[in-house]
């Protein structure tokens, strides 16, 4: 698969959440898969989702900044009901289209809905929190986290797989060459410490967390994703997260499941 030729990644500059909501409404027509080729790359990282489920009850799903619900759509046959949130209408409106298609789409539903508020989601009802590749962008993540905590139920599990803010390319060497490698101003990718503290004080515990491979391909100069994919390799063989892209967990709620 050939992907569309990318300029170099220059951060936006943003405040609010409409101004977020609006960067991704103008996203949302042409979303594409930047890092790769689309069809491995989700294959991949469903399976690292499905591995951090486990044995997990397969009721509810919720995805929190579903964007496209890619994942979301992918996942909604294993479960008996899968529900999408964003707070971009565009991009709820591009993930209808793609459920309407889906032979699971009397099992999903996607609105508009902040992960800050999930006003439209009850207390503990939902049995699997899926974020992938959203937390990094989300404002509030306190309020984020706390959310999750009020939407599972006692034995549901949160799942998320982020961007490693300890990663070599954001923390040294793209500020060092003077690279962007954020997206929005407001972007704060989580080192595992971050990530950690962050669940810990909304009363989430991590019993699995685990580096996942995520080279940056579609925001980089031309001839960096080689070097960081070889990198990734070692990384990986060697145990060393510095040079891995992704950080993915599976938490669950302190005063319910702890392990």
Known sequence: ????????????????????????????????????CA??????????????????QRGTLLEIGCGPATHLIALAAEFTHAIGTDLSPEMVKVARGDAERSSWRNRISIRVDPAEELATIDNSSIDVVLCVGALEHMLEKGRVVRQVHRVLNPSGIFVSLTPHGGYCWYRHIAPVLGI???HLSTDHLL?????????????LTIITRQYWRFVPRGDLPVGWAPLLEVLDWCGARAGIGYLRGGIAVAAVRSDGRTG
């Open 1 to 36: 698969m050939k992907l569309p030729r990318r300029t170099r990644l220059t951060t936006r500059n943003v405040r609010t959440p409409d101004e977020v909501a609006r960067h991704f409404d103008g996203l949302a027509l042409h979303y594409h898969e930047a890092h790769g």
């Open 39 to 56: 069809t491995k790359l989700l294959s991949y990282r469903l399976d690292i989702i499905r591995q951090l489920l486990g044995t997990a």
């Open 180 to 182: 962007d490698s954020r």
């Open 191 to 203: 080192t595992t410490g971050e990530l950690e503290r962050l669940l810990s004080g909304a009363g």
